[in-house]
């Protein structure tokens, strides 16, 4: 049952305003005494020529009462609502339990094709907590997109192309460790290629050779081919292991190397638009226009660079996938970029141009010096997976030793403090990183609102079957009206997050509804409360536990059994 919708049509016949204005306006009040929805008549004061004031209490004397609302009040140009809080808790809990993980979908995205690109993670290079952040964000974007109906595309945009590769070539001839690069494939692709930037200060000769490489890479030379293939195929497997840890999948790993014969068609379109302009030999884009700096499309010696793989990438998507929306999530550094990449297409004529957003986000930055930098200030993503989970691990044997599964529940519990702790805040907003923080499982964190999940489930267990009938109308406290009103807007969380493009709405929202079960299991008994309140209430935590378990799972935030 969507109540707001439900409130609106209630309102809708007295007001001059479509019921989607009407349910937009719609809002929760911040207090409970001031009902459970709340619609304010500022906007209609203006066509009505009445004041806000008049006009809610003309309305809630129209409003008749029923099973949705039993009360309409009217407060300083509010008409306030409230539920019939019987109906209610039924109608939602029999939802929830119906609907099961699917609670709180919607099909607002059917036939929609989304594309989130996240990851996007460069081949020989380390694999930071940058993109370990921007891996988070984007795999949750794309889950609450889904849960909205969407039909999404997951699209890991390797760097895979470049003179880079050019420089590791000539490299991997001179100086390669064959065991490290098998051994540890990123650190020692990582190193050589710091290595050549050293000697290649002394001798600049290297860079012409490497160069030279670059080019026998674009021309296809076997050889060279079958070395940057291994790259790439070592830096993959390497990559994997975080993706597993973190359970996240990939539709398509087209990355820059795949549009390495798909510039050409653009570089034409541009000229024949007439929009190249030479600029000491290079071919730049004027952006004048859009107040923005221009955008280099061939270097002097003719390369193609990044931005040109970012157009052909763009205009392919739009021919593969016909997207409704093309979203890139990359750091905030790189807006300048996109907005480049953007008014370009624009002036190409692709009037899609509109359709593709850049969501940005903050750097990770640490607060304690203690974290292992290895080779330079770069931080891997590795080590803080790996410590995450090494650490979790301590906690459990010291807490839980016979815990079964223990190196799952602590996979699960150490990505959950992880994943809680990058994705807790606005995206916009730096990640200042701590340990102390991350695992701290007491205040409000991924293991928090576990441990929430898992106690729920060991009621559940402990009472054993249910029966298949019972009543809901024993659900008759405060605390148990309040739990189900946050079940109710679990909808709305998501609807938000997707709208706003920030999954921590929902994280909010779980660790809302994780504290409102625990307040209530710490004042209410449940396996010790008479037979037809204790079978309501265990349905209940049956219906918290899925919503907690879904909203996790919505930002990758899995459940263990037990903990
Ligand atoms: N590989 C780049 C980096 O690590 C990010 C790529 C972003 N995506 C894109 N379509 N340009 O900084």
């Given at each position: 049952m969507d109540y707001k919708l439900e409130i609106a049509k209630k309102i809708n016949g007295f007001v001059d305003m479509e019921l989607d204005k009407v349910i937009e306006l719609i809002e929760i009040p911040p207090q409970t005494n001031m009902g459970d929805y709340a619609f304010p008549c500022f906007q209609l004061a203006k066509v009505m020529r009445k004041s806000p004031n008049m006009i809610a209490i003309e309305l809630a004397e129209k409003i008749i009462a029923d099973d949705i609302a039993e009360k309409a009040e009217a407060v300083g140009g509010y008409v306030n609502f409230f539920v019939n809080k019987k109906e209610y808790i039924k109608l939602m809990v029999q939802e929830v339990l119906e609907k099961g993980e699917r609670f709180g979908s919607s099909e607002d995205g059917k036939g929609k094709n989304v594309i989130v690109e996240f990851s996007s993670v460069n081949v020989a290079k380390p694999f930071h907590v940058g993109h370990l952040f921007n891996t988070?964000?984007?795999?949750?974007?794309?889950?609450?997109?889904?849960?909205?109906?969407?039909?999404?595309?997951?699209?890991?945009?390797?760097?895979?192309?470049?003179?880079?590769?050019?420089?590791?070539?000539?490299?991997?001839?001179?100086?390669?460790?064959?065991?490290?690069?098998?051994?540890?494939?990123?650190?020692?692709?990582?190193?050589?290629?710091?290595?050549?930037?050293?000697?290649?200060?002394?001798?600049?000769?290297l860079e012409d050779e490497a160069r030279a490489y670059f080019r026998k890479l674009e021309e296809g030379d076997p050889e060279v081919t079958a070395l940057w293939q291994r790259f790439k195929d070592l830096s993959l497997r390497e990559f994997g292991e975080i993706y597993r840890m973190l359970n996240v999948e990939f539709d398509s790993y087209a990355g820059e190397s795949f549009y390495s014969d798909k510039m050409d068609e653009v570089v034409q379109m541009l000229r024949e638009k007439k929009l190249l302009k030479d600029s000491n030999g290079a071919k730049i884009v004027d952006l004048e226009q859009f107040n923005i700096p221009p955008i280099m499309i061939l270097k002097s010696d003719g390369a193609t660079i990044y931005a040109t793989r970012d157009l052909a990438a763009a205009i392919y998507r739009k021919r593969t996938y016909d997207f409704y929306k093309n979203i890139y999530v990359v750091g905030g550094t790189q807006s300048l970029h996109f907005n480049q990449i953007f008014s370009t297409l624009g002036l190409m004529g692709f009037e899609w141009s509109k359709d593709c957003v850049h969501i940005g986000h903050g750097l990770v930055k640490f607060a304690d010096k203690k974290l292992s930098t290895r080779k330079g200030d770069v931080v891997f993503a590795k080590d803080v997976v790996n410590e995450a989970i090494h650490?979790?691990?301590?906690?459990?044997?010291?807490?839980?030793?016979?815990?079964?599964?223990?190196?799952?529940?602590?996979?699960?519990?150490?990505?959950?403090?992880?994943?809680?702790?990058?994705?807790?805040?606005?995206?916009?907003?730096?990640?200042?990183?701590?340990?102390?923080?991350?695992?701290?499982?007491?205040?409000?964190?991924?293991?928090?609102?576990?441990?929430?999940?898992?106690?729920?489930?060991?009621?559940?267990?402990?009472?054993?079957?249910?029966?298949?009938?019972?009543?809901?109308?024993?659900?008759?406290?405060?605390?148990?009206?309040?739990?189900?009103?946050?079940?109710?807007?679990?909808?709305?969380?998501?609807?938000?997050?997707?709208?706003?493009?920030?999954?921590?709405?929902?994280?909010?929202?779980?660790?809302?509804?994780?504290?409102?079960?625990?307040?209530?299991?710490?004042?209410?008994?449940?396996?010790?409360?008479?037979?037809?309140?204790?079978?309501?209430?265990?349905?209940?935590?049956?219906?918290?536990?899925?919503?907690?378990?879904?909203?996790?799972?919505?930002?990758?935030?899995?459940?263990?059994?037990?903990?």
């Amino acid at each position: 049952m969507d109540y707001k919708l439900e409130i609106a049509k209630k309102i809708n016949g007295f007001v001059d305003m479509e019921l989607d204005k009407v349910i937009e306006l719609i809002e929760i009040p911040p207090q409970t005494n001031m009902g459970d929805y709340a619609f304010p008549c500022f906007q209609l004061a203006k066509v009505m020529r009445k004041s806000p004031n008049m006009i809610a209490i003309e309305l809630a004397e129209k409003i008749i009462a029923d099973d949705i609302a039993e009360k309409a009040e009217a407060v300083g140009g509010y008409v306030n609502f409230f539920v019939n809080k019987k109906e209610y808790i039924k109608l939602m809990v029999q939802e929830v339990l119906e609907k099961g993980e699917r609670f709180g979908s919607s099909e607002d995205g059917k036939g929609k094709n989304v594309i989130v690109e996240f990851s996007s993670v460069n081949v020989a290079k380390p694999f930071h907590v940058g993109h370990l952040f921007n891996t988070m964000l984007g795999s949750a974007l794309e889950k609450v997109y889904k849960h909205s109906g969407y039909n999404t595309i997951r699209i890991n945009h390797l760097g895979d192309w470049g003179t880079q590769f050019g420089k590791l070539i000539s490299a991997h001839k001179r100086w390669i460790n064959e065991e490290a690069l098998e051994r540890e494939p990123i650190s020692e692709l990582f190193r050589i290629y710091v290595k050549f930037h050293e000697e290649a200060e002394k001798d600049p000769t290297l860079e012409d050779e490497a160069r030279a490489y670059f080019r026998k890479l674009e021309e296809g030379d076997p050889e060279v081919t079958a070395l940057w293939q291994r790259f790439k195929d070592l830096s993959l497997r390497e990559f994997g292991e975080i993706y597993r840890m973190l359970n996240v999948e990939f539709d398509s790993y087209a990355g820059e190397s795949f549009y390495s014969d798909k510039m050409d068609e653009v570089v034409q379109m541009l000229r024949e638009k007439k929009l190249l302009k030479d600029s000491n030999g290079a071919k730049i884009v004027d952006l004048e226009q859009f107040n923005i700096p221009p955008i280099m499309i061939l270097k002097s010696d003719g390369a193609t660079i990044y931005a040109t793989r970012d157009l052909a990438a763009a205009i392919y998507r739009k021919r593969t996938y016909d997207f409704y929306k093309n979203i890139y999530v990359v750091g905030g550094t790189q807006s300048l970029h996109f907005n480049q990449i953007f008014s370009t297409l624009g002036l190409m004529g692709f009037e899609w141009s509109k359709d593709c957003v850049h969501i940005g986000h903050g750097l990770v930055k640490f607060a304690d010096k203690k974290l292992s930098t290895r080779k330079g200030d770069v931080v891997f993503a590795k080590d803080v997976v790996n410590e995450a989970i090494h650490k979790t691990t301590e906690v459990i044997e010291h807490k839980n030793p016979n815990l079964e599964n223990k190196e799952e529940v602590a996979r699960k519990v150490g990505m959950g403090a992880l994943l809680y702790t990058f994705l807790k805040n606005n995206r916009d907003k730096d990640v200042v990183f701590t340990w102390e923080d991350a695992l701290n499982f007491d205040g409000d964190s991924g293991p928090y609102v576990q441990y929430t999940y898992v106690r729920g489930q060991s009621i559940l267990k402990k009472a054993g079957n249910i029966p298949d009938t019972v009543d809901l109308s024993y659900l008759t406290t405060e605390e148990e009206f309040q739990m189900v009103k946050l079940l109710g807007a679990f909808k709305d969380s998501v609807k938000e997050a997707v709208e706003r493009y920030e999954p921590f709405v929902v994280i909010r929202h779980v660790t809302e509804i994780a504290k409102a079960y625990n307040k209530f299991y710490n004042s209410h008994p449940i396996l010790n409360a008479e037979d037809n309140v204790k079978n309501a209430r265990l349905q209940l935590t049956k219906a918290v536990g899925i919503v907690i378990q879904t909203g996790l799972g919505l930002v990758g935030i899995e459940t263990p059994e037990n903990m």
